[in-house]
């Protein structure tokens, strides 16, 4: 891929970044009612309904936070690859990853045909 297009690839990704990070941060804020909540305790049964609308809550952001774990570590990976000269490359076949793709998803590991053939398997 030409050093421009990395570069415009890398301007993205780290914009990408920034952009994750900042969701994290506001996640890891926790509402006013949450902190006065505390750790809840015990079993599900028995649990007021604001219990549990709390809990639910919680599970939400855990699944949220784990979620931008994960993008951010693919974007940190993509990173990885531009710096190495690798990024664009198909990891299953090695041959180039279309623009249109990247575009799309400038962390995309695997090119359109073999993207298919994993979600086929």
Not at 46 to 62: I, P, Q, V
Not at 67 to 76: F, R
Not at 84 to 106: E, H, Q
Request: glycine share 6%; hydrophobic share 40%; proline share 3%.
């Amino acid at each position: 891929m030409a050093d421009r297009n990395l570069e415009k690839y890398r301007k993205r990704l780290l914009a990408q970044q920034a952009r994750l990070l900042a969701q994290r941060e506001r996640l890891h804020r926790r509402s006013p009612e949450e902190e006065a909540a505390g750790p809840l305790v015990g079993g599900e049964e028995g649990l007021s309904d604001d219990a549990s609308s709390l809990m639910a809550e919680r599970e939400k952001h855990e699944a949220l936070h784990e979620n931008l774990d994960m993008l951010l570590a693919q974007v940190s990976d993509a990173l990885a690859k531009v710096d190495a000269g690798t990024y664009g490359l198909c990891d299953a076949c090695g041959k180039p990853i279309a623009d249109a793709r990247l575009a799309a998803l400038p962390f995309a590991t695997l090119c359109i045909a073999c993207q298919s053939r994993l979600e086929r398997s």
